[in-house]
């Protein structure tokens, strides 16, 4: 079977401007999780580390990027990296 997509975003998406959000948010959840390793980490550090509650660091450990805007998950990417942008 081959799939004639470049983004699944397109296919899941209710609209343009989602699917570029959800593309965003996925984006910024790949590298919140090449900085700290959110599956392995426990939740207590998760939550130190991101200031989250830790019903939040387990969302965030299952990768759940609906239960947060781009701009939390940008907060997030800064607290652990203060010199990205």
Known sequence: MTLNYDN???VVSESPEQD?????CSDLMIQIHKTLD???APIK??????GVTPAQ????ANG???KF???ELQTFLQRLSPDIN
């Open 8 to 10: 699944i975003f397109d």
């Open 64 to 66: 759940i990027t609906e």
């Open 45 to 50: 550090t998760i939550v130190q580390a991101l």
């Open 20 to 24: 570029l959000l959800d593309k965003e």
């Open 57 to 60: 660091a387990r969302n965030l």
């Open 69 to 71: 805007t781009s701009y």
């Open 38 to 40: 959110l599956r392995n």
